[in-house]
């Protein structure tokens, strides 16, 4: 998941992560699911546990619960916290603070930064005529059509539909 972030003076929107990929190519993963008794080799040029899945933490695949983890990575954050990562408060024109949460099938192939800039380009076009009001989930269900479109032409099949 990432949050934007508009600092005061600054034009662009930046990308905060807010939490942690729990894939195999990840050092720390790697030394987890050794200390179970897996193994990390790669496949298809992906890092995989046991050489078949590249998450390292799951609540599914019993046949590798041994050596997965279903810990998860938790960020906690007051709502001062968050507005403060946010940003100053807001003109009626500038796009508003929003979180990108979504699967590796995204991740995988689109940086931190991509997405946010996908997310600012549909926001700052959005047409409210075309029949989705904001209320509706307007332009945020339009950016959120839009990645799931550019991981599928990046060539992503993974957990992104």
Request: hydrophobic share 35%.
């Amino acid at each position: 998941a990432i949050l934007s972030s508009k600092q005061q003076n600054d034009t662009d929107i930046s990308a905060i992560q807010l939490t942690v990929d729990h894939v195999a190519s990840n050092p720390e993963e790697q030394k987890m699911v050794k200390s179970r008794g897996g193994f990390i080799s790669s496949s298809g040029g992906i890092e995989r546990v046991n050489g078949v899945l590249a998450v390292t933490r799951s609540i599914g695949d019993a046949n590798l619960s041994p050596v997965l983890s279903r810990d998860p990575h938790v960020v906690a954050m007051t709502r001062s916290e968050m507005k403060d990562l946010c940003g100053p408060n807001l003109k009626d024109s500038d796009i508003p603070c929003f979180v990108v949460l979504a699967s590796d099938g995204l991740w995988d192939v689109m940086s931190n930064q991509e997405a946010v800039d996908l997310v600012v380009e549909v926001v700052e076009k959005y047409d409210t005529d075309h029949g989705i009001s904001w209320d509706n989930g307007g332009a945020f269900q339009e950016a959120a059509e839009r990645l799931t479109q550019e991981a599928y032409m990046r060539g992503s099949t993974d957990n992104i539909g």
